[in-house]
């Protein structure tokens, strides 16, 4: 005990000298990074976290164009290879160089990785040219290469290879099995991991010989507590515990403006959120003017502004803007008069009674929006019998459809629209994985065939058309009901500019971060 | 005496076994682990290959047989979402939940105790009936709502000016209302001092001292009005007794009848239904860690709830049946102990 | 001067808003090392008068008026703490039932010892001593592991003994004994009267017996009150109140003995029963009970006369008196 | 006055239950004590006002198609931006907040007293068997206890709630969500009860008067709900009156599993649960005016029990 103590005045002076010039940053997000193992899971956390602590070959930036990160340049050989010229000079974490050969590593474990392949497997291979240059060959002509190679963060080989202590291969990917990867990191990132309590907190100090020296960051030394109440997580910022916070919940906006020691920041989001109309459950549903009924009542403005206070941009399709798909003169139809008149039309005037589910704890007031929609669609007659669940029970209920009028979001990992249609749309087919969240089983051959064309189609331009018809035809067909893309919120104290290192993916790239004293 | 200590033991085991069947028969009711585990666009084949590599597809008999087998050998499995085994997830949580609940029991003692002897003494004096009444509000305010008073009173801070504020007196008045905060409102801080095993104590440690305070006032704002009224309520009918009336007729000093006589008289009760209130505190711990996210068992519990991390709701319910086995055996000694009357292994077991 | 004299004691009940009178002016006065036995049915506030003389009297009680002088000393106009000093140290009390009298999670020896220490600036093991002193003196076996038992441990006679010790530790003047050997069988009530006796005599303490035992009070005392409904209705010296009681209700006291019943026959009641506090007749308060009643009794409220050396509240005693004196004058 | 009289006779004498309550202390004392009548006053007005919720509350906050989502968070009527039509303007949905009050504090009274009378009477029973009989049947009882114990009314809820999904489907939930509640909040905390008793029965056991009825061929049953019972009155009150409380609060975090009332139906504890976001950003009133009524209401039925248990409590007759 006395060793221990003594220890802490000591790392107290030590620290408190080093304190003087170097900055320290206290980060808090809802939750904190699953695992240190950046291809075991596909999710916003882990991503964020490989921004800190790798680097990818390109990022998006603000305009949703790509930025050169470690491959300085690129160029496309032919319809199937894309090259990319790497960066000279990059070290990793470990001290190892960066050479091609860690970038080839790292595809192919991608392809090895459960949530990771999806997204590449319409490439076949990547083959280094030479020490600084790598080709990525698609099986067939493939229009979303760049989007997918930004998912390439170059792991640095040599660490991750041979056996751990207990005999496992350093490389292996297993879920929640305390692999090599996921205890430790070598990245070319512009921090390293110091130490890590998980659920606790996750301490990072700067990398001394970061590859990109323009960076403006100038945060030594960054502590990431994951705060998971909402409530707390506002205060923590309020009261000065810490400098920047994210997610920030519609409801504490007004009171983080309001306060002169802090700053907010907010920007459209990509993630749509939307109600699926069971056909094969409901009669009513297979009929369209129903459907384009329950689209009528639904005002999804007083949502965005009355719920949301304002913090989500109303939609009537799936992709938001700066997607390809996206259709500017398709916008959201409230009327309530016109809605009764369909309801009539289509003979259902008395309406029926219909089950509806929704989660509670996974999107921004998925509870609240759920009772709202609930009393929009009583006032043409559809009475509706609401339950809402935590995302750990209402995942397995939705798996079974066991409700008329489910809620779902979905972001689309490559941003792009004909994720969106692939995954919530297309005809539910077991074997492809097509229309695997369509829980209205609304199927449209004719919009399917499209989206598979543009799937193909490498001319930007003309797959942007395709996937904007795509969109008119769901629009006309009612195939769903859109409410509103949310938006996101970060919040910090005003010496914190975190205004230009944010963007619309919400991965903040806080290497590049600068902290004013 | 140890003939009791070893059927404690037993039921000890037989509580944990009973409470392991139980959990382990609404695990279907909890959510699918793998959702969480991985990410949303993950195909349901890829799905299905996890879940069968994690023998989650196996008849509950066999994972059963498997999870017993194992729990016999000390290993009470795998967490999934910290991938370590659970019991070490808990007791790397615990000394944080065991702290708190430590805190609160001291600030109860310290402030149920005066207070419910002097509303004893003097039950019709105006300072007592307010105690009481504050105490019965503080009873039906759900600690959500006091912890995040506390919060906004003694972190943040409220400046309120209901006085003129250019008179000096009014300026002085506000100042005397508004709080200007800065107690810090979450987490355990970052000078804690390593103990032994995973036990980092906040004790020895101002920062970590501070980061105590308002957790542990809001843990304790729940039990403190039951105990308030507890020992009031039997320390009146104590003082009824003949032997407190033959402790005067001795001219014994009031303050030594009161905190000597009485008190250990009245404490008798108040130990084994507080005993019992202390057990549920555990429960309480879920919610005042959830809002000052205090790294302890309770908000490691709920995150397991949300994230369906079966195998440590099983592992936690287990230990909190220990737990409650242990405090009741605990309260059942200290009793015999403070109780002459009771013969510790007989009357008693 | 006596060592103790009480006048005109007051004392009432606040109950449902009105004041019941439970004491209603009595005087009595006891010599030092005097034995004084007071008597009367349950109810009659013979345990009243006991506590009231320390003012021990729970909340709803209180001493609406009269004087308690004790050895010069006035004690209704102490404050509690001057009373503090005197009650343990002066005038020492011994409770009717041992099992309830002791705190059961105190040891013997505590309670003993912090009955000296609260009068006496003396270390635990002087304290100690006195109190093994105490214990022999009350002839209890093996005394030093009393010290350490707790109250449960021993039986009530043995009990009672460790009582009267405390009562003892400061050599008091005066012992107020309420009923002391009710509790106890009968074996042991005959040892526990004997030793209290004796003890008075060799230390030469007042004793106040409050009990409805007239065997007991007939051994024990030298002179006797009777009470009846908060009122001293006949007292004098104990051989005259046994053997020639003169107030009707002492008389009925008397036959009521089973020793005096023809065996075989029902044994002799005073019809009816104690009134209760709050509806007690006006004049005499025995008088819907007793024999002699006549139409002054149920008006006037008795005064003392005395006779021989007894004092009698009684008309129909105070008529004959008069009626001899005339007689005699005639 | 002493020749032989009938029971019956005796029986005719005593005063009929009414003119012995009329006369007994607990009128008497109810009278005198101007705290105690205040509070039952306000206990029915409230419980009066909740049940009748349908006759006066301005609007019917279930029927789904009076509620507007653009009047949500209106403040009350006296603030200024609030709305006549809305006394004590409205929640985050846009219902009527005073009318939801009332249909919400009927269920939470519902649930409350419900759930508090299941855990006394288990309590009770538990409590009794194991602190008289001892031995196995007390060690049994004790280990059931510390099983149910370490199963917050979290976990118990969800046990429930999954046997009710299995038997029933899970969209019927809304019809039977109450009497769910009640058993589930009865269930999870009937232990605290059955501690305080059997602590206080092994208290009261080792006394003379058990024996003594022991003596006189009393059966079990009788000593223990006659003799025993009565003497552990005074921890239950406090008990009690806290577990009223408790199980109020409680129904609002179980509504959040999805276990609770529906969403669509919110119960008093629900509206000051779903309140909490809005206290620090502004719409302070849909928690705190929900959480006033809840903290009278409480404070009310703790004063009341207070009062009982003086006035139940021989020992301590105060005059």
């Known amino acids: 005990m006395k060793k221990s103590i003594a220890a802490l005045v000591a790392g107290a002076l030590l620290s408190g000298a080093s304190l003087a010039h170097a900055t320290t940053l206290r980060v808090a997000y809802d939750a904190d990074p699953v695992t240190m193992d950046i291809h075991e899971q596909l999710s916003g956390g882990i991503l964020q976290f490989s921004h800190m602590v790798f680097d990818p070959l390109l990022r998006w930036n603000k305009q949703l164009g790509f930025d050169p990160r470690l491959a300085s340049s690129w160029e496309r050989i032919d319809d199937l290879t894309m090259r990319f010229h790497l960066r000279e000079g990059v070290t990793f974490h470990s001290g190892n160089k960066m050479t091609a050969k860690d970038v080839v590593w790292t595809f192919n474990r991608l392809k090895k990785s459960g949530d990771f392949k999806a997204i590449f497997e319409p490439f076949s291979e990547m083959k280094q040219v030479d020490d600084y240059t790598v080709d990525l060959i698609s099986k067939a002509p493939y229009p979303l290469t760049l989007n997918a190679a930004t998912y390439i963060f170059p792991m640095d080989s040599k660490f991750y290879s041979g056996t751990d202590k207990n005999g496992h291969p350093k490389d292996e990917i297993k879920k929640s099995a305390n692999t090599f990867a996921s205890r430790n990191e070598s990245g070319t990132g512009p921090f390293k991991v110091t130490s890590r309590q998980q659920g606790v907190k996750v301490e990072f100090d700067r990398f001394a010989d970061y590859w990109d020296t323009e960076s403006p960051g100038n945060v030594d030394h960054l502590v990431l507590t994951p705060i998971k109440e909402d409530a707390t997580r506002v205060s923590a910022l309020l009261s000065g515990g810490v400098g920047f916070i994210a997610p920030v919940p519609p409801t504490d906006l007004a009171r983080i403006k309001s306060n002169p020691d802090t700053h907010l920041v907010t920007m459209s989001g990509t993630r749509i959120i939307l109600f699926h109309m069971n056909e094969k459950r409901v009669e009513a549903f297979k009929d369209k003017r129903v459907r384009q009924a329950i689209a009528y009542a639904i005002n999804q403005e007083g949502i965005a502004a009355k719920i949301m206070k304002g913090f989500a941009t109303p939609a009537a399709q799936l992709s938001p803007e700066g997607y390809a798909g996206h259709d500017a003169d398709l916008a959201p139809r409230y009327d309530v008069a016109k809605a009764r008149e369909l309801m009539k039309e289509a003979g259902y005037e008395d309406g029926f009674t219909i089950t509806m589910m929704a989660p509670n704890n996974r999107y921004v007031n998925d509870d609240k929006i759920a009772q709202a929609v609930a009393a929009m669609l009583s006032r043409i007659n559809i009475r509706v019998d609401l339950k809402t669940l935590p995302k750990a029970q209402y995942w397995p209920a939705y798996d079974e459809r066991e409700a008329d009028m489910m809620m779902v979001g979905w972001h689309s990992d490559t941003e792009d629209s004909a994720n969106l249609f692939e995954f919530l749309t297309m005809c539910p087919d077991a074997d492809t994985g097509m229309g695997q969240y369509n829980a209205g089983n609304y199927c449209n051959p004719a919009a399917d065939a499209l989206v598979k064309k543009a799937n193909l189609e490498t001319d930007p331009k003309t797959r942007a058309t395709e996937l904007q018809q795509v969109e008119r035809m769901l629009y006309d067909d009612a195939a769903f009901i859109p409410l509103h893309w949310q938006d996101l919120a970060w919040a910090s104290r005003n010496n914190v500019e975190i205004e230009p290192i944010l963007n619309v993916m919400n991965f903040p790239y806080l290497g590049d971060l600068v902290v004013k004293d | ?349 | 001067m006596a060592l103790l004299d009480v006048r005109q004691l007051d004392v009432r009940f606040s109950s449902r808003g009105k004041a019941v009178q439970a004491l209603r002016g009595i005087d009595f006065s006891l010599e030092r090392g005097e034995r004084l036995g007071i008597v009367g049915e349950s109810g009659a506030g013979k345990s009243v008068a006991a506590f009231s003389i320390l003012n021990l009297i729970a909340h709803p009680g209180f001493i609406a008026g009269g004087e308690i002088t004790f050895d010069g000393h006035h004690l209704n106009r102490m404050s509690e703490r001057q009373l503090r000093k005197i009650r343990g140290d002066r005038i020492a009390m011994i409770f009717q039932d041992p099992m309830m009298t002791l705190n059961p999670v105190l040891t013997l020896g505590a309670q003993m010892i912090e009955c000296l220490k609260a009068h006496r600036r003396i270390s635990t093991r002087e304290a100690r001593q006195i109190a093994l002193d105490k214990l022999n003196l009350v002839q209890i076996p093996s005394p030093e592991r009393r010290l350490d038992q707790y109250p449960h441990e021993l039986s009530g006679g043995m009990r009672q003994r460790i009582i009267i010790a405390i009562a003892l530790l400061l050599d008091p003047d005066l012992i107020i004994a309420d009923e002391p050997t009710t509790a106890l069988d009968v074996t042991i009530q005959a040892e526990i009267m004997a030793l209290l006796t004796e003890l008075c005599d060799t230390q030469n303490v007042a004793l106040m017996l409050i009990t409805h035992d007239l065997g007991v009070v007939s051994q024990v005392t030298r002179r006797t009150l009777v009470m009846y409904a908060g009122r001293i209705i006949e007292q004098g010296p104990t051989r005259e109140i046994i053997n020639d009681p003169q107030h009707p209700y002492t008389q009925g006291l008397l036959d009521a003995l089973p020793q005096m019943a023809t065996p075989g026959e029902r044994l002799n009641q005073i019809p009816g029963a104690m009134p209760s506090l709050n509806n007690i007749p006006p004049g005499c308060a025995f008088n819907p009970r007793c024999t002699f009643a006549t139409e002054r009794c149920t008006r006037e409220v008795p005064h003392f006369v005395s006779t021989g050396g007894t004092q009698v509240a009684c008309h129909m005693v105070e008529a004959m008196l008069a009626k001899e004196k005339a007689h005699d004058t005639v | ?319």
């Not at chain 2, 506390?150 to 209901?162: A, Y």
């Not at chain 4, 206990?43 to 029927?63: C, E, K, R, S």
């Not at chain 4, 200024?80 to 504090?105: E, H």
Request: aromatic share 10%; charged share 15%.
């Open chain 2, 1 to 349: 005496m140890i003939a009791f200590l070893i059927q404690r033991l037993w039921h000890a085991f037989l509580v944990m076994f009973v409470i392991s069947l139980i959990s382990f028969s609404i695990k279907g009711s909890l959510g699918d682990p793998v959702r969480e585990l991985v990410g949303q666009s993950v195909s349901v084949e890829q799905r299905n290959l996890l879940r069968e590599e994690m023998g989650l597809n196996d008849p509950l008999p066999v994972q059963y047989g498997r999870f017993a087998w194992d729990a016999l050998h000390g290993d009470l499995g795998q967490s999934y979402f910290y991938s370590k085994p659970t019991l070490d997830v808990i007791v790397e949580h615990m000394p944080a939940t065991l702290e708190l609940v430590l805190c609160a029991s001291l600030i109860i003692l310290l402030f149920s105790v005066p207070v419910g002897v002097y509303a004893a003494i003097r039950p019709a004096s105006w300072l007592a009936k307010t105690c009481m009444g504050i105490s019965v509000v503080g009873i039906s305010v759900p600690v959500f709502l006091t912890a995040i008073v506390l919060i906004q009173l003694f972190s943040i801070g409220v400046h309120i000016t209901p006085f003129p504020t250019d008179t000096d007196w009014g300026t002085w008045l506000n100042e005397l209302i508004s709080t200007d905060g800065g107690l810090p409102s979450f987490g355990r801080g970052n000078e804690l001092v390593h103990l032994f095993g995973t036990w980092d104590t906040g004790f020895f440690s101002v920062d970590g001292l501070l980061h105590l305070l308002l957790p542990a006032a809001s843990l304790a704002s729940i039990m403190l009005p039951l105990f308030i009224r507890l020992i009031r309520s039997e320390m009146l009918e104590v003082l009824q007794s003949d032997y407190v009336r033959f402790a005067r007729a001795k001219g014994i000093s009031p303050g030594r009848i009161y905190f000597l006589h009485a008190l250990k008289n009245t404490m008798l009760p108040v130990i084994t239904v507080g005993g019992v209130q202390i057990g549920t505190m555990v429960a309480y711990t879920i919610l005042t860690e959830t809002v000052f996210q205090w790294p302890g068992m309770g908000l490691m519990f709920l995150e397991a709830i949300t994230r369906s991390d079966i195998p440590l709701i099983v592992a936690y319910l287990m230990v909190v049946g220990l737990i409650f086995v242990v405090t009741n055996t605990l309260v059942d000694l200290v009793y015999g102990l403070v109780n002459p009357t009771v013969k510790l292994t007989g009357q008693h077991a």
């Open chain 4, 1 to 319: 006055m002493s020749e032989e009289t009938s029971t019956a006779d005796l029986r005719a004498q005593m005063p009929g239950a009414w003119a012995r309550f009329r006369k007994s202390y607990l009128l008497y004392s109810f009278k005198r004590d101007p705290v105690a009548q205040l509070c039952l006053l306000i206990f029915i007005i409230i419980t009066i006002a909740a049940f009748g919720a349908p006759w006066w509350a301005p609007t019917d906050p279930y029927d789904l198609t009076g509620i507007d989502i653009m009047n949500s968070e209106l403040p009350p009527m006296w603030l200024d931006g609030g709305d006549a039509a809305f006394p004590l303007g409205t929640d985050a949905q846009g219902r009527d907040l005073l009318s939801t009050i009332l249909y919400g504090t009927r269920v939470s009274l519902l649930i409350g007293f419900g759930a508090v009378a299941m855990q006394c009477v288990l309590g009770i029973l538990f409590g009794l068997l194991a602190g008289y009989f001892g031995g196995i049947i007390d060690a049994t009882l004790m280990r059931l206890a510390d099983i149910q114990l370490s199963f917050s009314t979290l976990m118990v809820a969800i046990l429930v709630g999954a046997i009710v999904k299995a038997s029933f489907g899970n969209l019927m939930f809304g019809q039977v969500a109450l009497i769910l509640l009640i058993l589930i909040i009865g269930i999870a905390e009937w232990p605290q009860i059955a501690r305080t008793v059997r602590a206080s029965v092994l208290a009261e056991r080792s006394k003379e008067y058990v024996d003594a009825a022991r003596v006189m061929g009393f059966r079990a049953p009788r000593i223990m709900f006659r003799h025993l019972l009565p003497n552990t009155l005074s921890p239950i009150f406090v008990i009690a009156t806290v577990q009223i409380a408790n199980a109020i609060i409680s129904e609002a975090a179980l509504s959040f599993l999805g276990l609770g009332m529906p969403e669509t139906q919110p119960s008093l504890g629900s509206l000051i649960k779903s309140g909490f976001d809005y206290i620090q950003s502004g719409a302070w009133w849909i928690t705190l005016i929900p959480g006033a009524v809840l903290v009278v209401l409480v404070l009310v039925i703790n004063l009341l029990g207070d009062w009982l248990r003086d006035v139940m409590n021989p020992r301590l007759h105060k005059g």
